[in-house]
Every structure is written in C-alpha cells, then in structure tokens.
C-alpha cells in the first residue's frame, strides 16, 4: 500500500488541524481518522514527534490542561499555512482520492481472503468427506473382521464343548466298566472264599485304574486293560511291599493313590472340566469301594 501522506504532507496537515482549533495529540489522531473514514488511523507515534518538531520551529506552542499537552497554532504557523494554500488545496484532494484507493484495496482484500477462505472450506470439505469415507471403509473392514473372529471364536468354543462332552461320556462309560468289574470281581472272591486277601488285590486293581482314568495316562477304556488285578499291581504300585495287615496295605495304597494325582495336578495343572470329571469318577469309585466293605450298603 502507498503512504497516505507524502514526503512533508501530513506536517501542512496538522498546521491545518490545529488552525482549526487547539488540540491535544489523542484528538488529533481521532480526527485524522475520522477525515479517512476510519480507513486509515496514524499512531501516536507518527504525529507526537512531528508536534514536537513544529513546536521547536515556533509553529506551534502547547499548554497544559488536566495533565495533558493541548496544542495550538502559532502566527508563524498561520503564515506558513497562507502561504501553502495552493498545496493545502491539494493535499485535500489526495486524501480524498487516498481514501478511495483505500477503501478499493481493501475491498479487494476483503474479495481475496473470501476468495481463499472459500477454496479452503472446499477443500477442507472435500477432505472430510474423503476422510470421513475412508473412516467408514476401515470401521466397515474392522466390523467384518471382528465378525469372523467372533464367529471363530464360537466355532471353537462349540467344538471343545463338544470334545468335552464325549470325554466325559467317555470318562462315564469307563468308570462304569471299571465299577462293573471289580463287583464281579468281589463277587466271585467272596463266592470262592477269598475273603479278605483277594478282595484287597481287588482294591488295588481299581485303584491302579482310576488313578489312569484321572491323570490320564490310561490308553484305552478301563474294561479294556489286559490281564488279572494282580498285574495292575505290579503296574502301579510294584514298589510298595505286601503287608500282613490288610487295612494298612490299603492305606498305602491310598496314599499312592493321592500322591500321584496330586503330582499329575501340580506338574500338568488342573482345570475346571477336569476337576469335575475327576470329582464324579471319583465319587463312582468310593461308592463301589464302600459297597464293598460296607455289607449294609451294599444290602440297601
């Protein structure tokens, strides 16, 4: 933007401001910006410093009102002023046509920076909805594969509830097999009068057999297990030495018999299904086990 004032103009237009009538340097730049239409404002210090020069050279003098410098024009400052008269003519002109390129250029930035702001909101716009559609694509991707591992997860979440299932259908069938056996197993020890020697080789017969079914180290159904109890003994528990008092022998047994499931349990851990299944065959196996030495039970 050009200056508003050239070289010496805006001095001849204070002398004309304060030939008007004295003022203090706030109601000058006021009414400079007025006379602009408010489109042009000098700062306090563009017009303090030419007041003070205008007063060293004796054109203007100032007094002080309420704290402030009021100034006023000077004879040798209305002579000076006459003698300008053309050029003061002049400078009114200017400042109407300053004015009018002012409010031109203006517009014309004001038109500009529309302009921009418009393309900009376009393409902020554009963006948006390209982003905003890409946005949708990845949520749409992600939703689908969230789907199919939702659908995964239950397929697999069936299936082991299905392996399960049979397990334990399986665990239940064995354990019914391994009971049925050592019933007719008692029974005929009892029938040939092999009580009590035979029945506690029964005892850890069953016993071996259970601890197969719970750790699961058995490799096929109880009832298929080759050979008599007594090999299941010299399977299971070879190390443990016969006692001459057969409730302690069972005792041993026992304890074999908790020792090593609680190993398995600790060396290969226990879940929730297997703590049940466990429970229940266990259950099968106690009751067989107090049917036998229990006569009463067994007679209810």
Same mark, same amino acid.
């Given at each position: 933007?050009?200056?508003?004032?050239?070289?010496?103009?805006?001095?001849?237009?204070?002398?004309?401001?304060?030939?008007?009538?004295?003022?203090?340097?706030?109601?000058?730049?006021?009414?400079?910006?007025?006379?602009?239409?408010?489109?042009?404002?000098?700062?306090?210090?563009?017009?303090?410093?030419?007041?003070?020069?205008?007063?060293?050279?004796?054109?203007?003098?100032?007094?002080?009102?309420?704290?402030?410098?009021?100034?006023?024009?000077?004879?040798?400052?209305?002579?000076?002023?006459?003698?300008?008269?053309?050029?003061?003519?002049?400078?009114?002109?200017?400042?109407?046509?300053?004015?009018?390129?002012?409010?031109?250029?203006?517009?014309?930035?004001?038109?500009?920076?529309?302009?921009?702001?418009?393309?900009?909101?376009?393409?902020?716009?554009?963006?948006?909805?390209?982003?905003?559609?890409?946005?949708?694509? @990845?949520?749409?991707? /992600?939703?689908?594969?969230?789907?199919?591992?939702?659908? $995964? %997860? *239950?397929?697999? =979440? &069936?299936?082991?509830?299905?392996?399960?299932?049979?397990?334990?259908?399986?665990?239940?069938?064995?354990?019914?097999?391994?009971?049925?056996?050592?019933?007719?197993?008692?029974?005929?020890?009892?029938?040939?009068?092999?009580?009590?020697?035979?029945?506690?080789?029964?005892?850890?017969?069953?016993?071996?057999?259970?601890?197969?079914?719970?750790?699961?180290?058995?490799?096929?159904?109880?009832?298929?297990?080759?050979?008599?109890?007594?090999?299941?003994?010299?399977?299971?528990?070879?190390?443990?030495?016969?006692?001459?008092?057969?409730?302690?022998?069972?005792?041993?047994?026992?304890?074999?018999?908790? @020792?090593?499931?609680? /190993?398995?349990?600790?060396?290969?851990?226990?879940?929730? $299904? %297997? *703590?049940?299944? =466990? &429970?229940?065959?266990?259950?099968?196996?106690?009751?067989?086990?107090?049917?036998?030495?229990?006569?009463?039970?067994?007679?209810?």
């Amino acid at each position: 933007m050009p200056p508003v004032f050239a070289h010496g103009r805006l001095r001849l237009y204070l002398l004309k401001l304060l030939d008007e009538a004295p003022r203090h340097g706030y109601e000058v730049i006021r009414l400079l910006e007025e006379r602009f239409q408010g489109l042009y404002a000098p700062s306090a210090g563009t017009v303090y410093p030419r007041l003070a020069k205008l007063e060293a050279e004796g054109l203007v003098t100032h007094a002080t009102e309420g704290g402030r410098k009021v100034y006023s024009i000077t004879d040798a400052g209305r002579a000076e002023l006459a003698a300008r008269v053309g050029e003061l003519a002049d400078l009114e002109v200017e400042i109407r046509e300053s004015v009018s390129e002012l409010a031109a250029e203006i517009r014309d930035d004001v038109r500009g920076a529309a302009g921009k702001l418009r393309n900009e909101m376009r393409a902020a716009a554009s963006a948006s909805r390209t982003a905003g559609s890409s946005s949708l694509s @990845d949520a749409k991707d /992600d939703l689908r594969k969230a789907k199919q591992e939702w659908k $995964e %997860q *239950a397929r697999q =979440a &069936r299936a082991e509830a299905q392996s399960a299932k049979r397990q334990a259908k399986e665990f239940q069938r064995m354990a019914k097999q391994v009971q049925a056996q050592f019933q007719e197993q008692v029974l005929d020890r009892m029938t040939r009068g092999e009580w009590p020697k035979g029945v506690w080789e029964d005892v850890s017969g069953i016993t071996a057999q259970l601890g197969d079914l719970v750790t699961g180290v058995a490799h096929g159904p109880a009832g298929s297990r080759p050979g008599s109890p007594e090999e299941a003994v010299s399977d299971w528990a070879q190390d443990l030495e016969r006692s001459a008092e057969p409730a302690r022998e069972l005792d041993r047994l026992l304890d074999r018999f908790r @020792d090593d499931i609680r /190993d398995a349990a600790r060396d290969h851990g226990v879940s929730r $299904e %297997q *703590a049940a299944e =466990a &429970r229940r065959h266990l259950g099968t196996a106690a009751e067989s086990i107090l049917s036998l030495l229990s006569p009463d039970r067994r007679k209810s």
